[in-house]
């Protein structure tokens, strides 16, 4: 196998779109869309130049308000982009040391994509059109407010948004020609992200508050020819 499939994900996740399509409505004073992808409730965006916005307001699929953070450059436009997804890679002990050892910000480090190991696949011979093909987990996960959410409440803002993300994902593999389309995904929503013990304890897998959803897919990806004489 050419590329390692870890690289291949990260490549996936780098090559989202992370752009929004606004129309700002005068009357309400609010930026309507179709599709609001992954943003939610108190996240950043950005413009062309790089300044940055709050979502104070938001409804899914419909609108968001923000507020400008800082003293940068411009407005609110028709396009702005949202922060791209942090991509891990690991065993549940090796990916939380990294995780941790990433920053302290929890806004740079989220919303995450963590496909977890070990991974498995089939390498095919010289005779077949795929290279290779893998069953990947792969959990979307962003922070979560357990002091005040309720249950409703990480569904609505946290695990709509990374069943949104995964729909982006999902998306960015069927357009890459390199990649056997997915037609169906199987998806595990986590109102809270780890394990509650009987004594009513709960333990996070990372360390911080997520919530999000597991991703199983079945990754095909087809050989590329070689440009090169060799």
């Known amino acids: 196998m050419k590329n390692d499939i870890s690289n291949i994900v990260d490549q996936i996740i780098q090559s989202m779109d992370t752009t929004i399509n606004l129309v700002f ?17 108190g996240k950043m965006i950005t413009n ?13 699929n419909a609108w968001i308000q923000t507020t400008k953070i800082g003293n940068g450059a ?7 982009y949202l922060a791209d997804p ?9 990916a939380n040391i990294e995780w941790t050892k990433k920053s302290n910000n929890l806004l740079s480090k989220t919303p995450l994509i ?5 991974i498995r696949f089939v390498e095919f011979g010289r005779d077949q059109p795929l290279e290779f093909e893998s069953d990947l987990r792969l959990f979307f996960l962003d922070e979560t407010n357990v002091a005040q959410y309720m249950t409703k409440d990480h569904r609505n803002n946290v695990v709509q948004p990374m069943n949104q ?17 997915i037609l169906e995904t199987e998806r595990i929503t ?11 304890v709960f333990q996070n897998v990372l360390d911080a508050n997520l919530s999000g959803v597991e991703l199983r897919i079945k990754m095909e990806k087809y050989k590329e020819n070689c440009s090169i004489n060799c």
């Open 86 to 94: 942090y991509a891990l890679t690991g065993t549940k002990m090796v």
């Open 48 to 60: 062309s130049v790089g300044t940055t916005f709050k979502i104070v307001a938001f409804e899914q």
């Open 190 to 200: 986590f109102s809270r992200f780890g394990n509650e013990r009987d004594n009513g």
């Open 165 to 181: 993300l995964i729909d982006e994902f999902v998306r960015t593999i069927n357009e890459n020609r390199k990649f056997k389309r």
């Open 114 to 118: 963590w496909l977890l190991e070990t």
């Open 74 to 80: 411009g407005a609110m436009e028709n396009t702005m």
């Open 25 to 41: 409505d005068p009357v309400t004073l609010k930026w309507n869309t179709c599709d609001t992808k992954w943003s939610r409730l």
